[in-house]
């Protein structure tokens, strides 16, 4: 009974996963059920002359055919964008593309039949005219003169631009510093790759006109809001969204994607229910990409290393569409995160989002978060090494102390809480760094290639307070719901807005609920993922679920706390403030008493039977809560590993890890160590293997798990992780979220190591993916090498080092 | 073209085309989706099941090469309750999203029937380089074969 918090409780979702009995989308299996195939543009942009879909009409076992005109025709509506800042333009998406393509992948006809194969045949068969179109892929030039336009509509291809920070005292900063240290940087376009790929069932009910959609999203709520505000039509009390088992989604499965569309209109025109699943070749080039930052930046120190501003731009890759919250990613979670762990007083932060020929951007994991601890902790580490500092000297120097918490950045955020000092001592002891920089020395002495990199990284998790976020450009408010519904015999199911991918709520949330009221964790049962069922609610992303959602389960349980309480007081004739509801035992009694208790179930089928209730009390014993947080929380970590280069292959072998994460209290710290460790290697996917690749004519050359990189168990070695926790002082738990910490210290804490390993060769910075190839070139480029030259190849094919931001066009200033 | 074979001890016989993809076979056919699939390349393993006594990727085999052969999948891993390599991928939190673990527990229990009881941790990593997880960081998937293979003992 009770006493779940901070127990590595085994997961109770994991016996159907591992028996093979995951309800993921693919596998639902109605009968009479037909196939959909989507045609895809081969081309990065073109014109669509003509579609011929005669020949795949006529294929036997197909059943229709069906182009973008015909979906408009038939009622569809624009695929919206969910976060709009000021002035953004937002360029039209349709499901179906009718007269122009502008990305590979983009969908062009949809194909059901009755079965996949005969799907894909049909695809062969239909014939598209297409009049090639130039093409930009690379989002500093999209405003270069000659520069073909993505939108004819947009100007410039540049969709929005965003400010914020202290300009003025920015300047200042800068005409006053003693020592200034400039970068230019690029952070690589990544792709999500989540294992289970994207999937949707529809079926219609002719006779209701209920459509049920099961589809693949973190958020079946909103997309069921999207279907039904913008897309498909169908009223919200008509239409039902099912996210079952979702396997993995990184940020991929948040947004509303074309074939949520598709799909569901092609079940009410056939009546007949419907399945879309995508290949993995489609999912490269239809899931929305992350990352895609070109940057220039300056950091303005004075000589004894104390930061004094920071001046930062950057050039977001939006690609050829506004995915669902593509612009939140590079404003409201990127410039507002520069400050990093540390005391910074003047800091302007400028950005533009550009439209190009490459498969839209959005949150992956981290979602800007990432690339401001990228870019803040290479500046950083390059400070240390232009100053003759140690980069963690320099970063004590100017942590933010613990005793200024919640501390105000010039970047709009509200630091909660956080001890970086003891989170950093933590780290540097458990590693080792005094005695391994000690044998580093002795290590460079033989010319071998070791490095060590720290990072020390801040997180912004758990989006909020809704009308800050609506001032921001949310079109939807941050807030989560939670029911918990006490059955008469003491048992609860408790329904949550927030939903699992591979999180584990239905442990951890069980776990909430059962210590909140005293109850024994195998009679509280946790649903989500069905809009049917479970009341609006917001889903997970942001590393929101455990401090909004999890606090959205407390308030719930308050509630039902106070009704036993009225309940017991009544039938044990005391008064309410009298009663002690002991939640170690799940008992209620009159304080001085606990020898004539009632048991939880006891008052839960009082509230039931209704025979003795106080005067005006409802019966039952079902309470919800929607949950709107005054903050985000501010998780926070030191993240350190030792590299060595082998220099006759360029090779990084990771050495030493050592991760230690404030992620505020823990709920279950099986499940947050996972969440670390799982992170750790997406991030170090990022520093070390991953790119999405495009040539120049806008052919995604990443476009297989063959070309792009996804990391193997065996480039890792055992990571030491640990925690130092300061609970956030705003949500009931003290928790803070746990699920981007991972990605967004690693990337940098590898890349940091792999370029103090090379500092000593001269070279200054290479950008990621730092794979063999390019660290052989750099090794024998440099000094001491063989007299070839460096590369410093770029991801993004054809891209050049951003040049003079003095040649930009004209910017667009929108707050201050 | 008819075949018939042998999945998790029970015969079938189909009417299949010849490029049906044993894979698909598995899930359509016979309603067996523990089995998943997560590309198109064979690359992620999540399709990997038992043909024959050794570890496949049922992506890269066709319904028809199978014809005669013993399968076994992730639902008949186990007679009853749980083979201790589920057992352990539980007890060691080895999974999340759980998509990927079918095929990394028939991976890796042919991968401890070949190496036996004392395989080392560079064996395990080297051993599942054929089975993405985007989930796990892999970590905790080492110590559940570690765990399994301590318990599942044999080999040298």
Redesign the interface.
């Known amino acids: 009974m009770g006493n779940y918090m901070g127990e590595s409780i ?2 109770r ?10 309800k ?1 989308v ?2 639902l ?1 109605i009968p009479n059920m037909a196939h959909v195939a989507i045609l895809r543009s081969p081309y990065a942009h073109a014109r669509i002359r003509s579609i011929n879909t005669d020949a795949a009409k006529a294929l036997d076992g197909v059943i229709a055919v069906y182009t973008g005109q015909e979906l408009i025709d038939g009622g569809v509506g624009k695929l919206p964008c969910g976060w709009n800042v000021p002035d953004i333009k937002v360029p039209d998406r349709w499901p179906l593309m009718v007269d122009r393509v502008r990305h590979v992948g983009d969908s062009v006809v949809a194909v059901v039949a009755e079965s996949p ?1 005969i799907a894909y045949d049909a695809l062969e068969l239909i014939e598209v005219d297409y009049e090639p179109l130039p093409v930009v892929i690379d989002a500093r030039k999209t405003t270069e003169p000659g520069v073909p336009l993505v939108h004819d509509e947009i100007p410039d291809n540049i969709s929005y631009a965003w400010a914020l920070g202290n300009k003025d005292e920015t300047e200042q900063a800068f005409a006053s510093a003693e020592h200034v240290v400039e970068l230019e940087l690029i952070n690589q376009r990544l792709i999500p ?5 994207r999937a949707a069932v529809a079926q219609w009910d002719a006779y209701t006109e209920e459509m049920t959609l099961w589809t693949t999203s973190q958020n079946p709520h909103p997309i069921r809001l999207l279907l039904s505000a913008f897309t498909l039509g169908i009223p919200e009390q008509k239409l039902r969204v099912i996210s079952p ?4 989604g ?1 940020g991929s499965k948040i947004f509303h994607y074309p074939e949520e569309v598709i799909v569901p209109w092609i079940a009410r025109e056939i009546n007949r229910p419907v399945k879309w ?1 995508c ?3 489609e999912s490269y080039l239809t899931d929305s990409h992350g990352r895609d930052h070109v940057t220039v930046a300056r950091l303005a120190l004075k000589k004894d290393g104390t930061f004094t501003g920071l001046h930062v731009q950057t050039w977001s890759n939006q690609g050829a569409y506004l995915s669902t919250f593509a612009p939140l990613i590079p404003t409201a979670l990127y410039i507002t995160l520069l400050s990093g762990l540390y005391k910074i007083p003047a800091i302007w932060g400028e950005m533009w989002g550009t439209l190009t020929n490459t498969v839209p951007v959005d949150a992956y994991r981290g979602a800007g978060r990432p690339e401001a601890s990228y870019l803040v902790e290479r500046l950083v580490d390059i400070a240390a090494q232009e100053l003759g500092m140690d980069p963690v000297e320099l970063r004590r120097k100017n942590f933010i102390p613990a005793d200024e918490f919640p501390y105000q950045t010039p970047v709009a955020f509200l630091y909660d809480s956080g001890d970086y000092h003891r989170l950093f001592d933590k780290a540097l002891g458990m590693f080792g760094y005094d005695a391994l920089r000690e044998s580093q020395k002795a290590a460079r002495e033989q010319g071998r290639l070791v490095g060590i990199g720290v990072a020390g990284c801040i997180e912004a998790s758990g989006p909020a307070p809704s009308q800050v976020a609506g001032a921001l450009g949310a079109a939807v408010g941050f807030w989560e719901s939670a029911v918990i519904r006490v059955h008469p015999t003491g048992k609860a199911t408790v329904l949550t807005g927030s939903h699992s ?4 709520h239905e442990t951890t949330f069980a776990q909430v609920v059962a210590d909140q009221l005293g109850m024994d964790i195998n009679d509280v049962e946790i649903v989500h993922g069905d809009t049917g069922r479970v009341p609006f609610g917001m889903g997970t992303y942001g590393s929101r679920s455990g401090c909004v959602g999890g606090s959205a389960l407390v308030r719930a349980a308050e509630k039902v706390r106070a009704k036993a309480i009225k309940i017991a007081a009544h039938q044990m004739e005391a008064a309410e403030e009298d009663i002690v509801y002991d939640r170690t035992t799940g008992k209620l009694h009159v304080k001085g008493s606990p020898a004539h208790a009632k048991g939880f179930a006891e008052i839960a089928f009082a509230a039931y039977t209704a025979h003795n209730l106080p005067a005006g009390l409802e019966p039952g014993l079902e309470e919800s809560a929607f949950y709107d947080p005054a903050n985000f929380t501010f998780p926070n970590s030191c993240h350190i590993s030792q590299v060595e280069i082998d220099r006759e292959t360029g090779e990084v072998h990771i050495q030493h890890y050592t991760a230690v994460d404030d992620v505020g209290n823990v709920i279950n710290p ?2 947050v ?3 670390i ?6 991030g170090i996917g990022q520093a070390l293997t991953e790119a999405a690749v495009y040539d120049e004519a806008g052919q995604l050359l990443s476009g ?3 070309d792009y990189a ?1 990391p ?3 480039l ?1 070695p ?2 030491d992780v640990d925690r130092t926790v300061t609970p956030s002082p705003h949500n009931p738990l003290g928790v803070k979220g746990a699920g981007e910490m ?1 990605t967004i210290a690693a990337t940098v804490a590898i890349a940091n190591a792999v370029m103090d390993a090379l500092a000593p060769l001269g070279i200054r910075h290479l950008e990621m993916p730092l794979t063999a190839s390019k660290l052989w070139h750099a090794i024998q480029g440099a000094s001491g090498g063989n007299g070839m030259q460096a590369t410093n190849e770029t991801p993004l094919g054809g891209r050049d080092e951003p040049g003079d931001p003095a040649n930009w066009p004209e910017r667009q200033i929108l707050s201050d | 073209m008819q075949v018939t074979m042998t999945v998790n001890g029970k015969s079938y016989t189909r009417d299949v085309e010849p490029r049906l993809l044993l894979v698909d076979f598995i899930r359509s056919e016979l309603a067996l989706t523990g089995t998943n699939i997560g590309c198109d390349t064979s690359q992620c393993g999540a399709c990997t099941i038992h043909l024959n006594g050794k570890a496949v990727k049922s992506c890269t085999v066709f319904a028809v090469q199978a014809a005669g052969a013993e399968l076994t999948t992730i639902e008949g891993l186990a007679g009853t309750g749980l083979h201790p390599m589920q057992q352990a991928f539980w007890d060691k939190h080895g999974l999340q999203c759980g998509y990927c673990t079918p095929g990394m527990i028939m991976t890796a229990v042919k991968l401890v029937e070949r190496h036996g009881g004392t395989l080392s941790e560079e064996e395990i990593r080297h051993g599942l380089a054929g089975n993405l997880c985007r989930c796990t960081g892999y970590q905790n998937i080492v110590k559940a074969v570690q765990q399994a293979a301590t318990e599942m003992g044999g080999g040298d």
């Open positions: 085994k997961r979702e994991d016996p159907r996963f591992i028996q093979g009995k995951g993921y693919a596998n299996h194969y790759n989540a294992m289970e790929p088992d979702v396997g993995g990184f699943v290949s993995r070749s991918h591979g999180q584990g099986l499940v160590e996972g969440q460790l799982g992170g750790i290697v997406q297989s798990m063959m996804v193997k168990a065996m890792f055992m990571f991972g």
